[in-house]
C-alpha cells in the first residue's frame, strides 16, 4: 500500500468522500455532522492523503491546521469492503509521523459516539488518544466524542 497526499482532483477520490459525506449524513443529525466537503477540503490549511493499493483507493485521511502547534484529524474513511484489513492503521500512524514532521505537538479529532463508531474510537484509543473537552469551535455534543493525542 502506497499513501500519498493528494490533490483532491480524480474522479474516484471525489467519489469516495462523497459516499463518506452521504454515510456520515445517514448516521449523525445534521447538526452533529462534522465531516468536510471536497471544497473546505482543498484549503490551503488541510493536507490530504490518500491510501491506494494496487491502484485501488482504499483509504483517505487528513490534517487541518487549528495554529502552530495544533492540528485536527479529518476525513478518516478506509473502503467498506477493506475495513478490519490494517489499512486504517497504516495511515493513521503515517499521518501521525506527518504531522509531527510537520511541527505540530498534539493532534486532536472529533468522531462520533455511537455504537458505529466504536471500531474508529478504538483504533484512536490504540494510538494513543485520550477522551477531551470540545476543542477549536466545537460545543459540547451528545453525538459527538473528542480525543486529543501530544505528539
Request: proline content about 5%; aromatic content about 8%.
Amino acid at each position: 500500500m502506497e499513501i500519498v497526499v493528494d490533490d483532491l482532483s480524480g474522479p474516484e477520490i471525489v467519489g469516495f468522500l462523497a459516499e463518506h459525506i452521504q454515510q456520515m449524513r445517514s448516521l449523525t443529525p445534521l447538526e452533529s455532522k462534522h465531516a468536510l466537503d471536497l471544497d473546505s477540503l482543498r484549503k490551503s490549511d488541510i493536507t490530504f492523503w490518500s491510501a491506494v493499493d494496487s491502484d485501488s483507493l482504499v483509504g483517505c485521511g487528513a490534517i487541518k491546521r487549528l495554529d502552530a502547534s495544533h492540528a485536527e484529524l479529518k476525513s478518516m474513511r478506509t473502503r467498506p469492503a477493506r475495513q478490519r484489513s490494517g489499512i486504517a492503521s497504516q495511515l493513521l500512524a503515517h499521518i501521525l509521523r506527518e504531522a509531527k514532521g510537520m511541527g505540530f505537538t498534539r493532534l486532536s479529532l472529533e468522531t462520533g459516539s455511537t455504537e458505529f463508531f466504536m471500531p474508529a474510537r478504538r483504533l484512536y484509543e490504540k494510538f494513543g488518544f485520550r477522551h477531551c473537552e470540545p476543542f477549536a469551535d466545537y460545543q459540547p455534543d451528545p453525538n459527538s466524542t473528542f480525543m486529543t493525542k501530544i505528539l
